[in-house]
């Protein structure tokens, strides 16, 4: 059971991968000098095989005294890829959904609100989703409408903090429209 941010429209949802995480393979790694686990160095393991590592060129730095985390605020740390059609906690009746990897900071939400701007030249709403996962029963479903000009950081900000896991259970959703 978690929070999902996701994105649903009538019309394709182009993924956008997150430009500071690569996956590479042990050979690809080693080639970059990245230290490599013994496991993935032993006889018998496929060193081309794609995808065994994930790299990143950014470090996080956990502070758990303070309960910060910080990942350097870089405004396009996050990516938005597509949603498996068997999620069964999605209730939109759009077609295509993508979800938002990430952790909400202002410069952030300005790129979703352009990519979700962009993707309005196709289609005449977009919704914009924060739910809970994992609920036994059917949610209340709260949805508020907003043109794309009305749409800011602040309240892509105060959606993604909404409390989804509350009794009774509530999903939120805006209604971006041209």
Aim: a negative charge; charged letters at 30%; glycine letters at 4%.
């Amino acid at each position: 059971m978690s929070q999902l941010t996701y994105i649903a429209s009538n019309a394709p949802l182009p993924e956008v991968k997150n430009s500071h995480y690569k996956t590479l393979s042990v050979n690809e790694a080693l080639s970059k000098g990245i230290s490599v686990d013994e496991i993935l160095l032993r006889p018998g393991y496929n060193r081309d095989e794609p995808d065994a590592i994930l790299w990143s060129d950014t470090e996080i730095v956990f502070d758990i005294d303070a309960g910060i985390v910080d990942d350097g605020d870089f405004d396009d740390d996050f990516a938005i890829l597509r949603l498996s059609d068997a999620t069964d906690d999605v209730y939109t009746e759009k077609k295509y959904r993508a979800y938002i990897e990430w952790d909400c900071t202002e410069g952030r939400a300005k790129n979703v609100i352009d990519y979700i701007r962009n993707q309005l030249e196709h289609t005449d709403e977009i919704e914009l989703w924060h739910i809970w996962m994992g609920i036994e029963n059917r949610p209340r479903i709260r949805k508020h409408t907003i043109p794309i000009d009305e749409l800011t950081p602040d309240d892509v900000i105060e959606l993604e903090a909404t409390n989804v896991f509350s009794e009774p259970p509530i999903q939120y959703c805006f209604i971006v429209t041209r």
